[in-house]
């Protein structure tokens, strides 16, 4: 039986705030997500002097029924969180300088883009409507899997002797075997 994923429209809030750094002028983060949010591109939410929170972009947060382990996982941390992955855009605009290019709730997904080192990724604590949610869909659809030890083939591997020299030319002697000195008569 195949299962649709579950979506939901989650808005990616990020705040800029002024670098402590001489060579970048602001710091961006991902601070919160917005579930159910409609459609943004650098909204405004807050400004207070020169700290501004955007709600930078609306992503799907998908949860797929063989996913479950890992929204588990995620759920039993000390903070449950969304990982947001964004990429740098490549016009560079100071302004919007990032593209948000997916929100997940898998552990498991938004360690293997950290791994990659092209995207940043930013974990942003879950909302605890969102945690219920996901937690729901978890426990409605794990499935535990058995553990099935392996088993040794029965096949002897001992039996054939590696390195005994070419096997078109037939010698009842070991090749490695040491030289003979010939002695005259």
Known sequence: MRH???SLPLGIVIRRTPSTSRWARWAWKAVGVLPGAAQADWQVLRQEGDVIEFH????????????????????AARVPSIGVVMRETTDRNDDHPFEVVLATASPYEYQDYADSGEEFVELVPMPEGLVALIRDFAQEHHQDEVFVKRRRDKKRVDLVEDGRGDPRISQLTDVYRAPRVRRAN
């Open 56 to 75: 930078a972009a609306t992503v799907s947060l998908e949860l797929w029924h063989t996913d479950t382990e890992a929204y588990l996982t995620g759920l």
């Open 4 to 6: 649709a994923p579950v």
